[in-house]
């Protein structure tokens, strides 16, 4: 699961009011590299929720992402590389992603969430 | 040079997900017919709902890699664990990308991903069976659609609609049982135009794959009609018709 992924996730528990963003509770993480494309990264940037972007970055062991962003940082190469980097290259393989309110816990497996909900959470 | 699908011989498979079957064809039939417009719409994100084997949402990402200028990404899901996985493997196999998640429709990103999503795809599960069939897991889930074979469509069309973008598209596969003309027409309502674009019949099933896309005229016209003219049961009907007949030239992008 990519970090992009995670930031279009959240807990969708009956009740729950704000289930986004997820925690993460890393358990594998692996890095696969892909071609950078500029025009992605722009087109994306806008939709991604930075705070929640950094924290993931982090808790997978990437911490160069700055705290602060604006739309000038697109012009930066080094600003781009980062950014590919920690939202498409790092992926959790095993762990967990918890919702803020509840606790629940969704299991990462292989790479893939099972955000399934019980038939007492729908 | 044939555009590259997926190639049948590296499909993963389980005995709990279904296989690649007519409708799958069918499906992936339409998104090489459709391609030059789908590689001009230059889509950034791209779902399929409800995955099973990944010959669909592997078929569209090779489809859409082989224009070099744009990068897309695509998200599959399903509601069948043991179907993510071999989604996974047949996405491995033919070395493409597609962030794979287990869960109900598109439940978990429903909200973020919101008027995100260039193109959805769906097979959805349409054969008619008894309500209680409905949800029941496993492989049952890939087909078992309740009356009409309607039940679980009935539940994405709306999903659909709020992930899409402005100039997103669907392409959802349906059985003639389903009443094409009648998703049509529920479409037509949230402003949609639709075009039948792959039709096939088998010796079992008559199948449509049907494209949709935002047609801000299609949702004048309705008011229009609504304001000018009698109850909207008769309205609906008309407007079903035109659906299939009136707007296949809308489409010429």
């Known amino acids: 699961m990519r970090l992009l992924t995670h930031n279009m996730l959240s807990s969708n528990i009956k009740g729950v009011t704000d289930g986004f963003p997820l925690k993460i509770e890393a358990g594998k993480v692996v890095e696969k590299e892909v071609d950078m494309n500029t025009d992605f990264l722009k087109n994306i940037f806008t939709k991604i929720e930075w705070k929640p972007f950094v924290e993931a970055a982090k808790t997978l062991g990437y911490s160069e992402l700055p705290e602060d962003v604006d739309p000038s940082l697109l012009d930066s190469q080094d600003f781009l590389t980062k950014f590919h980097h920690a939202l498409l290259e790092i992926h959790l393989e095993e762990g967990a992603l918890v919702c803020p309110e509840t606790g629940r816990k969704f299991p990462v497996s292989k790479g893939i969430p099972n955000m399934l909900l019980h038939e007492d959470e729908v | ?253």
């Not at chain 2, 017919?33 to 409800?50: F, S």
């Not at chain 2, 995955?51 to 949402?57: A, E, H, K, R, T």
């Not at chain 2, 039709?199 to 309705?222: A, G, M, N, Y």
Request: charged letters at 25%.
């Open chain 2, 1 to 253: 040079m044939t555009p590259k699908i997926a190639d049948i011989r590296l499909v993963a498979s389980h005995p709990e997900v279904y296989e690649p079957c007519d409708d799958s064809f069918a499906l992936v039939d339409a998104l090489l017919a459709d391609r030059m417009n789908l590689l001009q719409l230059e889509p950034k994100m791209c779902l399929e709902i409800g995955c099973g084997s990944g010959y669909v949402i592997t078929s569209l990402a090779l489809i859409l890699e082989q224009d070099t200028n744009s990068s897309v990404h695509c998200f599959a899901t399903d509601i069948n664990p043991d179907a993510v996985e071999v989604t996974s493997a047949t996405l491995k196999a033919h070395g493409v990308h597609a962030e794979v998640m287990n869960m109900d429709i598109a439940s978990a990103l429903e909200d973020r991903l919101s008027g995100l999503v260039d193109v959805v795809v769906v097979n959805p599960p349409y054969v008619p069976t008894p309500e209680d069939e409905v949800g029941a897991g496993g492989i049952v889930a890939a087909w078992a659609g309740g009356e009409d074979g309607r039940s679980v469509i009935d539940r994405i069309l709306p999903v659909a609609d709020k992930l899409l973008s402005e100039k997103g598209w669907l392409y959802m596969l349906t059985l003639a049982a389903n009443k094409p003309s009648e998703l049509c027409g529920l479409m037509r309502k949230k402003g949609y135009a639709s075009k039948i674009i792959v039709q096939r019949s088998t010796e079992e099933e008559s199948l449509h794959v049907i494209k949709f896309w935002r047609d801000p005229d299609s949702e004048v016209q309705i008011k229009k009609t609504m304001a000018n003219r009698g109850s909207p049961t008769s309205i609906f009907s008309r407007l079903s018709r035109l659906s299939f007949s009136g707007h296949g030239n809308a489409n010429s992008k």
